[in-house]
């Protein structure tokens, strides 16, 4: 029979280290697994982190383990490559951390033995990701185990499969289950034993015979999202003279969902709007190494926001995860990361890691669609390697997959013209208007002029969002960081986005703040704060209850500003979150009145003299602030910019002349403007691509230039505060480029306003 023992203890581990050792290395760093060692420095800024090989060193005692044929070791994650060793000798190379992959040590295995796995995080041209927006922790940051089986078994080779495939389709209300396994050393005598379970365990249907078979559930109980998702269990028992050799099971769900151009996301045909958040799988001072404890308190924030679909971005996550999803009727997006920057050396490993996904994770009935990429053409549109290797991915997924769509994240700047667009089943931009650019009112015609214009193609928003620390503004603006403008920016979104059906999914950027050891942005570096949460899961900032106040039907107030106290102004607005009808606002215990309010956001003026406790009554909630008169903005609530390259102050400014304090937008209504900005930005883009030779940049296609959509979402930027995020695409500025451009803007006159 198989045993799955946990080998997650017991391990040695070494920094910066490629050697194999000879003996167990007793003056080494004891650990247990999951284990990053980015855990610190992947998220304190800066952009260095240590990227490179390390080693971990285990013992194993053969006389420890069940008797065997085969001993599978199985690495959940390692990231991002990987050389398993076995008494110093190589047994096998893994690309990809992101995904399961096992290799047999039965052969190799003496009496006392010591395993090496050496996992590398260092740069290369070859595995998915190189260049994106988040921390590439390191590190075997997810369980390890050992699997005994016997001679005959269920595959454990093949792409990190569990052995059983089981494809549900409905046929009116009834469902038709195909079951398929794959054995290892199969011998003739020996047949596959199926039972099929509900959800409460009562067997419902048992069938003997060969590697594939056929269950009908009459009147099937239906997965239904978060409304009941129920799930049925399929074991296979590998049988020899009736004795059970090997076994697997796997849980499925029937349904049917379809994906409609006008009506958005039909579950079991009716319509399931998709109003969701993007997940990274990180935390604060734990880096990935996450444990269940911390996936199941992710899980439960994601249902209290009353979301309906996530996105799991932009890799494959933990197994631990998709069964929740599951179990709870969250809807997925699944995808590989081939993410941001396109290597044509990386081929294989888009096709290997989206062969990973599928394989993997295909029996899990939470998952929708399957991501080819995200942003992936921030380099440029035409690149004909970059378009070719979609189309390979697209037609994997579907020869892999009858029963799921593909979809991809376009960059904001890739024309909704462009072939690259068109390639799969569904798509979905990423679009930032009113943070990176542009304006908050933008977003919703953009999307009507892309239904126009395409009407018979799928379209979402697969990220937007605002980034917001603790940091506070009674008149918001786009840029501030502070906490009241990504309350404002999320309330125009949601009633631009989500009174829009033809949009198939909405995902905002990004549930949780999360590690970006290249960002230096809002005053704290080395994370991404577009989250909903913050990164230690320990506050929910004000934009998480607008989501509730729309999607969740448990009744709930909300103050908002709560930790912006000191206010310089003599009336006070203060808004109010509710999926109640109405509210009533009572300041150091007197009404001030009951507002009502269609989009779930009330507000209120409050007369601010003194110190006012303010409460919200909705119905049986309430909810308490307050507010205290000062003379003087506290400077505590304001973003003081540090680690910057250069200041505002730092620049000469003619009067009548541009500088890099200008908006792209002015700087473009003069010609010269154009010349010199637009050479400037393709001299940081070929400073991402890195071409290495002439013929190199010209094969891999796909010249910079400033499209009317790129203007349109930069214009409203400065070129120093451009100068602050180029870090996280590769990008590196420094104070005499800078300043070299402002000394050319300083001699173009600017334009009349």
Excluded at 19 to 41: C, G, I, M, R, S
Excluded at 600 to 606: D, I, L, S
């Amino acid at each position: 029979m198989r045993n799955i023992l946990s080998f997650n203890n017991g391990w040695f581990f070494c920094k910066n280290h490629s050697e194999v050792p000879q003996a167990l290395p007793q003056d080494w760093e004891t650990v247990t697994l999951p284990h990053t060692w980015n855990a610190v420095d992947g998220q304190d800024g800066g952009n260095d982190y240590f990227r490179g090989t390390c080693a971990y060193v285990k013992a194993i005692v053969k006389a420890d383990l069940p008797e065997a044929a085969h001993y599978y070791l199985e690495i959940r994650g390692a990231a991002s490559s990987a050389d398993v060793y076995l008494n110093g000798k190589a047994l096998a190379h893994h690309d990809g951390g992101f995904s399961t992959w096992r290799v047999d040590l039965a052969e190799d295995l003496e009496d006392e033995n010591i395993l090496t796995v050496l996992v590398d995080n260092a740069p290369n041209d070859h595995v998915y990701p190189q260049v994106a927006d988040f921390t590439f922790y390191g590190g075997l940051y997810r369980d390890v185990n050992l699997i005994c089986v016997p001679e005959s078994h269920f595959d454990l080779d093949y792409y990190g499969t569990p052995g059983i495939k089981v494809t549900p389709v409905m046929e009116g209300s009834d469902a038709k289950v195909a079951v398929e396994v794959w054995l290892e050393n199969r011998r003739e005598v020996q047949s596959v034993r199926y039972s099929l379970k509900n959800q409460d365990g009562k067997v419902l249907g048992t069938f003997e015979g060969g590697l594939k078979a056929n269950f009908r559930i009459q009147k099937a109980h239906l997965w239904n999202g978060r409304k009941d998702p129920y799930l049925y269990t399929m074991t296979a028992e590998l049988l020899e003279n009736g004795e059970v050799l090997d076994t697997v099971s796997t849980r499925f769900g029937c349904r049917s969902f379809e994906i409609d151009p006008e009506k958005g996301f039909l579950l079991n045909g009716e319509s399931y709007p998709l109003r969701g958040v993007a997940r990274h799988q990180d935390r604060w001072g734990l880096g990935n190494a996450l444990l269940p404890k911390h996936h199941k308190e992710d899980i439960d924030l994601i249902l209290e926001g009353g979301f309906t679909t996530v996105r799991l971005a932009h890799y494959q996550h933990d197994q631990y995860f998709y069964d929740l999803c599951d179990e709870t009727g969250l809807v997925i997006w699944a995808e590989i990361p081939y993410i941001s920057n396109h290597m044509p050396k990386g081929r294989d490993n888009t096709i290997s890691q989206m062969t990973e996904l599928i394989v993997q994770n295909y029996n899990h009935p939470s998952i929708v669609v399957w991501g080819l990429s995200n942003e992936i053409t921030i380099g440029g549109a035409k690149n004909p390697d970059l378009i070719e290797n979609h189309k390979i991915l697209n037609q994997l997924c579907h020869d892999m997959d009858k029963t799921r769509p593909t979809t991809m994240a376009a960059v904001s700047m890739c024309g909704m013209d462009e072939e690259i667009v068109h390639i799969s089943d569904v798509l979905s931009y990423n679009h930032y208007f009113g943070w990176y650019g542009g304006e908050t009112d933008m977003n919703g015609p953009w999307f009507d002029k892309f239904h126009a214009k395409y009407p018979n193609r799928a379209i979402g928003i697969s990220e937007y969002g605002a980034e917001a620390l603790n940091w506070h503004n009674s008149d918001p603006q786009q840029g501030d960081y502070s906490e009241e403008y990504q309350a404002y920016y999320h309330e125009e979104l949601i009633k631009q986005l989500f009174t829009r059906p033809y949009i198939w999914a909405t995902h905002c950027w990004n549930m949780f703040d999360f590690g970006a050891d290249a960002r230096s942005e809002g005053g704290e570096m080395g994370q991404n704060h577009k989250g909903l949460i913050t990164i230690d899961r320990k506050y929910k900032k004000d934009a998480f209850y607008a989501y509730k106040a729309w999607l969740s039907e448990e009744p709930f107030v909300h103050i908002c500003s709560k930790r912006y106290i000191d206010r310089v102004e003599d009336v006070t607005r203060v808004t109010v979150y509710s999926n109640q009808p109405s509210v009533e606002l009572f300041v150091n215990g007197e009404s001030i009145g009951v507002k009502e309010a269609d989009d779930h956001f009330f507000r209120f003026e409050v007369p601010n003299v003194g110190e006012s406790k303010l409460e919200a009554v909705a119905g049986d909630c309430r909810d308490e602030s307050m507010i205290r008169k000062v003379d003087t903005f506290n400077p505590d609530y304001r973003l003081q910019e540090q680690n910057a390259i250069i200041n505002w102050f730092d620049i000469t400014m003619p009067e009548g002349y541009l500088s890099i304090n200008n908006k792209v937008s002015e700087i473009m209504q003069t010609f010269r403007g154009k010349i010199v900005l637009g050479m400037f930005l393709m001299k940081l883009m070929k400073q991402m691509k890195k071409p290495k030779s002439k013929d190199v940049e010209k094969k891999e296609g796909g010249t910079f230039s400033l499209t009317p959509d790129m203007l349109q979402m930069v214009g409203s930027f400065t070129i120093l505060r451009m100068s602050g995020m180029v870090g996280m695409v590769g990008i590196t500025l420094t104070e005499k480029d800078l300043l070299d451009l402002n000394a050319k803007l300083n001699k173009i006159k600017a334009p009349k306003q």
